[in-house]
């Protein structure tokens, strides 16, 4: 199974991957990111890679676990 991770040491919460994937990836109110759904699947993995790709920080990641 591979799953969405963030390196929150990295993450500016730019709302870069919101944008590119809302389902996944959301800015709270406090304005720290959120991950709302953790399992990569093969609907929303093209999102996710393209967030991976736009993260300014490389603080996405895919892995497998």
Known sequence: ???VKVD???CES???C????PDVFRIDDDDFLQ?????VTDENRDRI???VASCPKSAIS???E
Do not use: R
């Open 8 to 10: 929150f040491d990295l």
């Open 49 to 51: 890679q393209q967030a």
């Open 62 to 64: 895919i892995v497998s």
């Open 14 to 16: 730019n709302a870069l």
């Open 18 to 21: 919101e944008a590119l994937a």
């Open 1 to 3: 199974m591979e799953k």
């Open 35 to 39: 991950i709302d759904i953790e399992v």
